[in-house]
């Protein structure tokens, strides 16, 4: 069953470092998305990417996050200056559209973000 | 006002009980809703779409009332595997989602 993959599985760096999180989606989907999860806290949506661009973004997207999509197959969410409220899991995801599941979306295991 | 509401539970039933969860949404423009498990420290993993008849899979029933804008599941013959949280999502254009903050299960020997 294809699945949607995240690395690395935990990223621990220092306040004011620039971290990249990679997520491969499932190869047929053609949204992604980005989430996080404070420990203990719901899931929070952060961003949306259909056809090489954002889609919409949420408030906690500001302007010290960024999306790209480099090749075909990898999508990575950039935070240029970590805060240790960055703290949290990111949760990748990727749903494909045009069927009557639109929308469901699949997650990755997540990766672990610990700001110091 | 919170997008989306959930009774955080927890909800404690002993094994082959039904349970139900209730979910309710602010956005009357609210278009697709889901149900998701979510296992300790891991993602959420999809459970079932919600569509407007209602659907079902297995134990699982899932219920939508656009008029009182709410959304349940109904679990029955609960499984010790059944225990986690429940997560209700809502999204109004496939762009943006909305997570509820969980309701959690255990189901008990």
């Known amino acids: 069953e294809p699945e949607v993959t995240q690395t690395p599985s935990h990223q621990v760096t220092q306040m004011g470092q620039e971290v990249i999180l990679r997520c491969v989606p499932i190869s047929n989907h053609l949204y992604f998305y980005w989430y996080r999860q404070i420990l203990g806290q719901k899931v929070e949506f952060l961003v949306s990417f259909y056809n090489n661009e954002i889609s919409e973004k949420s408030e906690i997207f500001d302007d010290q996050f960024s999306v790209e999509r480099p090749d075909g197959s990898n999508f990575t969410l950039k935070i240029r200056s970590t805060k240790l409220e960055d703290s949290a899991m990111y949760f990748c995801a990727s749903s494909d559209i045009g069927t009557i599941f639109s929308y469901e979306q699949y997650f990755g295991p997540g990766t672990r973000l610990t700001v110091t | 006002r919170k997008e989306v509401e959930q009774d955080p539970g927890p909800f404690n039933v002993p094994e082959g009980a039904t349970v139900a969860f209730n979910c309710t949404y602010s956005?009357?423009?609210?278009?697709?809703f889901f149900w998701y498990r979510q296992d300790c420290r891991k993602e959420p993993k999809l459970l079932m779409s919600v569509y407007s008849s209602g659907n079902e899979d297995g134990r699982f029933t899932a219920q939508l009332n656009r008029a009182s804008q709410y959304i349940s599941l109904l679990i029955r013959d609960s499984k010790l595997s059944d225990s986690a949280t429940y997560l209700c999502v809502v999204t109004n254009t496939g762009n943006q989602f909305y997570f509820g903050t969980g309701t959690s299960l255990t189901v008990i020997p």
């Open positions: 956005n009357s423009a609210s278009q697709s």
